[in-house]
Each structure stands twice: as C-alpha cells, then as structure tokens.
C-alpha cells in the first residue's frame, strides 16, 4: 500500500512511539487520526505535524466501547476512509504475581493491577481494530491493522499483566489476517524489545547500562527503527498474520 493520501489512523499517537510513527508516514503522504487519552500532548502533536500532513485528534477512552465505537464515526466522517490502524496504546504496571520471604506472603499483584493493563493493551487493542475493520469493510478500502506487542509475550518476570495482554495481541493479529484477507484487509503485529522512550530515559543510570549489556547489539532500540518497520509492513502488500520482534537479539 502507497502511503500517500492513505489515512492512517494511529492509537496513543500523541508520544513516543506513536508520534514517531506519525512523523514516518506524514514524511510519506499520509493523512493522521490520531487517538490518544492525553488532549494536552494529542494537540500538541497535531500543531507539530499540521504543516506536514492533514492531521486530526481524537481524544478517546480505548477501553470504552462507545467511545471507541463514536470515535471511529467521527474518523470516518472526517476523512470519508480508514486505511491503517496502528494499535500502539498501552500501560505498564509491572509487579510480581505474588511476593513472599521466608514462607510468608507480603504482597500480591491485585486484580485491579492485572485488569487495567488487560484492558488497555488487550480490550483496547481488539475494540478499534474491530471498529477499524467495519470501516476499511464499509468505505470498500484495502486496509492494514498492525499491532503494537512486544518480546515479553513469551513471559516476563514481575511483568504477568503486561505478557499476557501482549501475547493475546499477537495471536489477535493472525486470528485477524485469516479472518479478514477476503475483505482486502491485511493483518500483523510487531513485537519490539527494549526502545528508548522517557520511562528508560528516567532510569537510573547504572540500571540502563544493565539493560544494555543484555540486548546483544548491546544499545536500546530506538522508536525510529519500530515506525520504519511498520511502514515496512504497510508498504509490502504480500505481508500478512506475522509477528516482526524488532529487538536486537534479546530474545534468541
């Protein structure tokens, strides 16, 4: 799919990797849709790239369904297509399932720990694809919906909430390219290692050149290298039900 004059329609899309893919494609032509919680951060990116591209925000619940629901209305209405969804939202809430010393349980990841971060990254993710693909079905558009996983999929210590809503992210991808390949629309997820964003950024220092030395290439990626791959996607029409880890060789 050339992305010229194609509207993409990009969640959490007012920072860090969401705002570098919207930089990507605006680069290339297309028109921005960008949903985020954040109506400070979303018009702020919006007046950054209004004199690149047509841009519009969306300030959206993801977890809402009608929400979700109205504001792919409104999308449509806007711009008269969708083109890209590119489920990128997500939280972290990182804890371990259960703490104890000495046989004695001193703490336990809450349900309310576990449910929010299921329902941002896993709930939110499958409402807009979903409103995404009633769109694409509905304006007759070839269409691509990538999401946003990561290598903590395969599990993570201290990190139960946030694998298991990255692993149904991914499975959610393929379930979509079988499922929705007879309407023109294409399906995949990219599953990014460690990236530079603000949160490694505020790490203490001696726990960032931790965090290094265990990525082979033995330096964090850079949210540059995760938009250039989904464009990568979206650009090659033969690509479809796949998960790319984008890692540096952290998960071997």
């Avoid at 939110?124 to 946003?148: D, P, S």
Wanted: glycine share 10%; net charge negative.
């Amino acid at each position: 799919m050339d992305l010229k004059d194609k509207v993409v329609v990009i969640t959490g899309g007012a920072g860090g990797l969401g705002y570098a893919m919207a930089e990507n494609f605006a680069a290339a032509g297309a028109k921005l849709a960008l949903i985020d919680v954040d109506q400070e951060k979303l018009e702020k990116a919006c007046a950054n790239l209004g004199d690149t591209t047509e841009v519009q925000g969306y300030a959206l619940d993801i977890t809402d369904e009608e929400d979700v629901v109205a504001g792919f209305q409104f999308i449509k209405e806007d711009f008269g297509q969708v083109n890209v969804l590119v489920n990128n939202a997500g939280i972290l809430r990182d804890g371990l399932m259960v703490k104890a010393k000495d046989g004695q349980v001193t703490d336990r990841m809450s349900y309310e720990q576990f449910q929010s971060v299921i329902n941002v990254n896993l709930t939110g993710t499958f409402l807009c694809g979903r409103e995404a693909a009633v769109a694409m079905i509905e304006t007759k558009q070839e269409g691509v919906i990538i999401n946003i996983s990561s290598v903590a999929r395969a599990g993570n210590m201290g990190q139960s909430n946030y694998s298991a809503s990255k692993a149904g992210v991914a499975a959610m991808s393929v379930g979509w390219a079988k499922e929705l390949a007879r309407h023109n629309i294409r399906s995949a997820a990219v599953a990014p290692g460690v990236i530079e964003t603000e949160m490694t950024a505020a790490m203490k220092p001696e726990a960032l050149e931790r965090l290094e030395k265990m990525v082979p290439v033995g330096r964090l990626g850079q949210a540059e290298e995760i938009a250039s791959t989904v464009r990568f996607i979206i650009e090659n029409d033969y690509v479809n039900g796949r998960v790319f880890e984008i890692d540096g060789g952290i998960r071997l």
